[in-house]
């Protein structure tokens, strides 16, 4: 099948990205909620950065002979063409915000100043906060006159993420020479709000940016100097740093030294103020040692995705209307998880029903004194994981703890060191990173001694698990969509122990009836279950196959759905980010739907269900069909087999399906396009999962 189409990766994130902003851009989205997906936006772009577009420009920097290796087209063919694509929704960024919603904020009763001059109160409480406040955290440096720079190693180093002030200076006193001085200024962001409130007027709210505050009280921080221009910039480094040889040393230490090479990482984007001269530009290029190709004009106000910050779900009329998480009304009778379980697979979906039964379950494994063991597989965590606590806790109990922790999770890898250390000190063994692979999947076993009968005799002890799509993370679930399954499946906790083991001494996992683990058997066993619709197609027998991912990208999946879309399999997915996939292609994926789905909470769960001749089989898993999922990390995909539970997924994903106010076609060229409603009243899929999950507890 030589010559399918694929589409970018790249550009079908920013596909997805521009989706995200399809909904700040939406009236009919509540006001708060709009700024929200503003900086949901910016903070999606500016990792997109960090990570996509460092790795892209590694590979521009290779021989053609070693990039064709990686990438099938020329590296800066693509970044051009990503270079256009986020010029073009900047602009669509910076007249939504200015033009459309800081209006209606003030029509709300909420005044964000932006470029205008303080109101006379304000410029004192402005001017009383910076100097109380701000102004211990402020740290100028001069860099040298307009001809003249200074020794470039003698600068502090530049921290990635961070906002400064650019600034060009003149002595107030008659000077021996007619030069400007130029400096620059960090914007404290990390130490303090980005957005101040200040006292209101006539009923009216008023916010001001941090940078502004800044801005209106130079003269204190430059005394003696008149300043000429203050503007502002931010400077991304390339933060997928790789890990040279994870096969020998201390891989732990080695990530250590990665977090700190980041301060260091070359420079990926230098974002500035558009109406920056372009030689204060030159000369920031000079003492910063950039590249033309790192520039991009950036607006007044870098870093928006302080906006999730800013607290205007508080005042009143923007409240958003939130989904309060449902009981799972079946579990709640039982005084023990563990009994209830016993009984039969209970299925949990998040957000919409409460996260507590998974922190319930580790905080009964934690003092049932019946519980022995408890395993589990860490990716990310929260911040104030109560998971851990209860880990900690069963530790101190007697417990026989161990947890793996994934320290190579990108951007959580401080985080996930620390509270490994916290749990290592309380006794629980830790294992952690396996190399060259990352842990992804998200899965825990109990081990439970059976109750003495009469005659005081113990049974086989029992092993409860627990497998999810989502992370152990109750941070994260209130706003992920995910599903988490607990179940004492003989077949299916037995192979949970296979992938314990391997975890604990890489011992190849084999001869599994249940589990999709990857890299073992989970591309291998959707391959052969789509081979199997195919099959059935062939002999004229209905053949269906619906996906549910966050990212199609692997070609060998993609070529196995065009193949089955060219024998007649009807091919429906839901993809909610990267879609390599190019659909309604002539004789090749002209029968393949794909539907993008953004909301208010983010689609994260992954399910694949196969027709198989009206015996549907049905699978959750952790993983994506992408090459990193598929072949570089472990995975755990898990069946359905109870009919109630098969029936409950098949109806909440119908919704998504017919979902006619969130939902967005993708075509062939990787666009939006909105989806023409096929009932009579529209359906907006996460408000009926919510509503049918409510009637039906």
């Given at each position: 099948m030589a010559g399918l189409p694929y589409a970018d990766r790249d550009l079908s994130w920013l596909s997805f990205n521009e989706r995200v902003l399809d909904e700040a851009h939406d009236p009919q989205v509540p006001l708060a909620s709009r700024v929200k997906f503003l900086a949901i936006y910016s903070a999606n772009l500016d990792e997109f950065f960090r990570v996509r577009v460092g790795i892209l420009r590694r590979l521009a920097a290779?021989?053609?002979?070693?990039?064709?290796?990686?990438?099938?087209?020329?590296?800066?063919?693509?970044?051009?063409?990503?270079?256009?694509?986020?010029?073009?929704?900047?602009?669509?960024?910076?007249?939504?915000?200015?033009?459309?919603?800081?209006?209606?904020?003030?029509?709300?009763?909420?005044?964000?100043?932006?470029?205008?001059?303080?109101?006379?109160?304000?410029?004192?409480?402005?001017?009383?906060?910076?100097?109380?406040?701000?102004?211990?955290?402020?740290?100028?440096?001069?860099?040298?006159?307009?001809?003249r720079m200074n020794r470039r190693d003698k600068l502090p180093?530049?921290?990635?993420?961070?906002?400064?002030?650019?600034?060009?200076?003149?002595?107030?006193?008659?000077?021996?020479?007619?030069?400007?001085?130029?400096?620059?200024?960090?914007?404290?962001?990390?130490?303090?709000?980005?957005?101040?409130?200040?006292?209101?007027?006539?009923?009216?709210?008023?916010?001001?940016?941090?940078?502004?505050i800044i801005r209106s009280n130079l003269s204190i921080v430059f005394p003696g100097y008149e300043v000429e221009q203050c503007l502002s910039f931010k400077l991304n480094r390339a933060e997928d740093t790789t890990i040279q040889d994870e096969y020998r040393g201390n891989l732990v230490k080695k990530i250590r030294m990665q977090l700190a090479e980041r301060k260091t990482a070359p420079p990926i984007r230098f974002l500035y103020d558009p109406t920056m001269p372009p030689d204060l530009v030159e000369q920031l290029v000079h003492v910063f040692r950039l590249s033309n190709h790192d520039l991009?004009?950036?607006?007044?106000?870098?870093?928006?995705?302080?906006?999730?910050?800013?607290?205007?779900?508080?005042?009143?009329?923007?409240?958003?209307?939130?989904?309060?998480?449902?009981?799972?009304?079946?579990?709640?009778?039982?005084?023990?998880?563990?009994?209830?379980?016993?009984?039969?697979?209970?299925?949990?979906?998040?957000?919409?029903?409460?996260?507590s039964y998974v922190l319930r379950f580790f905080n009964e494994a934690a003092i049932d004194p019946l519980v022995y063991d408890i395993q589990v597989a860490l990716y990310r965590i929260a911040a104030d994981s109560l998971i851990a606590n209860a880990l900690i806790s069963a530790a101190r109990n007697g417990k026989r703890v161990t947890v793996f922790v994934e320290v190579k999770a990108r951007f959580d890898e401080a985080n996930n060191l620390r509270w490994a250390e916290e749990m290592e000190g309380a006794g629980v063994r830790i294992i952690y990173s396996l190399p060259g692979v990352k842990v992804h999947a998200k899965i825990a076993l109990v081990r439970r001694l059976s109750a003495e009968d009469k005659r005081g005799k113990r049974g086989k002890p029992l092993h409860f698990g627990y497998l999810s799509t989502g992370n152990f993370n109750e941070a994260t679930a209130s706003v992920y969509t995910d599903f988490g399954l607990f179940t004492c499946h003989s077949g299916m906790v037995k192979e949970l122990g296979k992938v314990f083991g391997y975890l604990k001494n890489q011992k190849v996992v084999r001869h599994l009836k249940h589990l999709l683990v990857a890299p073992f058997n989970l591309q291998q066993r959707y391959v052969s279950l789509i081979d199997r619709e195919i099959t059935l197609a062939k002999q004229g027998k209905k053949a269906r196959l619906l996906l549910k991912l966050n990212g199609l990208e692997d070609p060998v999946m993609i070529d196995k759905l065009y193949e089955a879309n060219q024998a007649g399999v009807e091919v429906k997915l839901l993809i909610r980010g990267i879609c390599c996939l190019v659909p309604g292609v002539a004789g090749i994926s002209e029968g393949i739907e794909v539907i993008r789905l953004v909301d208010q909470f983010l689609e994260h769960s992954r399910i694949a269900i196969f027709h198989n001749g009206g015996k549907p089989e049905v699978y959750l898993a952790s993983a994506d069909w992408m090459n990193r999922n598929l072949y570089h990390r472990v995975e755990v995909g898990f069946p359905i087999y109870a009919l109630g539970l098969k029936h409950e997924l098949a109806t909440l994903l119908d919704f998504q399906l017919n979902d006619s106010v969130k939902a967005r076609h993708v075509d062939e060229q990787g666009h939006n396009q909105v989806v023409d409603p096929v009932y009579h009243s529209p359906i907006r899929a996460q408000q009926a999962t919510y509503d049918w999950l409510k009637a039906h507890g």
């Open positions: 290779l021989k053609a002979k070693q990039r064709t290796k990686h990438l099938p087209v020329d590296p800066q063919i693509v970044l051009a063409e990503i270079a256009d694509a986020v010029a073009r929704q900047q602009q669509r960024f910076d007249t939504l915000f200015t033009n459309d919603i800081c209006p209606a904020l003030r029509r709300s009763q909420v005044v964000l100043y932006r470029s205008e001059p303080f109101s006379d109160a304000h410029r004192q409480e402005a001017a009383q906060y910076f100097r109380s406040t701000i102004l211990s955290y402020l740290q100028p440096v001069f860099v040298g006159t307009s001809r180093l530049l921290n990635s993420q961070a906002l400064y002030f650019a600034l060009t200076l003149r002595p107030k006193a008659p000077a021996s020479s007619d030069d400007s001085l130029i400096a620059y200024l960090n914007i404290p962001r990390d130490k303090l709000d980005r957005f101040v409130e200040l006292s209101p007027i006539e009923g009216v709210t008023h916010f001001a940016f941090l940078d502004d991009m004009a950036g607006g007044r106000y870098h870093s928006l995705s302080d906006l999730m910050k800013l607290p205007l779900t508080k005042l009143p009329g923007l409240a958003v209307p939130t989904l309060v998480p449902l009981p799972a009304v079946a579990l709640d009778p039982y005084e023990s998880l563990f009994d209830a379980i016993r009984q039969q697979d209970r299925l949990l979906h998040f957000p919409y029903q409460s996260y």
